[in-house]
């Protein structure tokens, strides 16, 4: 089976920056692309950013020039700096990332973390 953890959410005021990880673990063959979705309370989940395994990346409309996704490829880990946060950041903030392994080892899946909660405070 595959996991995807997430690290680093935590109550933050506005203005304030927060990084969050998320590492692959498990039966894992090979990771695609990795990207950043985040849910409130009532609303849809929706994508944050999303990076490939060429490093192409892309943004949220809501997020552009405040938030950066990366990865390190060989730690199995993909990272979203989050600069200049704003009360409507607040959201649960889940990993997700297309894995060939786990029940499936010939073909990529879809994995998603458990999440983790950031808090921006007024």
């Known amino acids: 089976q595959v996991h995807l953890v997430e690290s680093g959410g935590g109550l933050v005021q506005a203005g304030g920056s927060l990084r969050l990880s998320c590492t692959a673990s498990?039966?894992?063959?090979?990771?695609?692309?990795m990207g950043w979705y985040r849910q409130a309370p009532g609303k849809q989940r929706e994508l944050v950013a999303r990076?490939?395994?060429?490093?192409?990346?892309n943004y949220a409309d809501s997020v552009k020039g405040r938030f950066t996704i990366s990865r390190d490829n060989a730690k199995n880990t993909v990272f979203l700096q989050m600069n200049s946060l704003k009360p409507e950041d607040t959201a649960a903030y889940y990993c997700?990332?297309?894995?060939?392994?786990?029940?499936?080892?010939?073909?990529?899946?879809?994995?998603w973390g458990q999440g983790t909660q950031v808090t921006v405070s007024s």
């Open positions: 997700n990332a297309l894995v060939r392994g786990g029940y499936s080892l010939s073909r990529p899946l879809s994995y």
């Open positions: 498990g039966n894992i063959i090979s990771i695609n692309d």
């Open positions: 990076i490939t395994t060429d490093g192409s990346t």
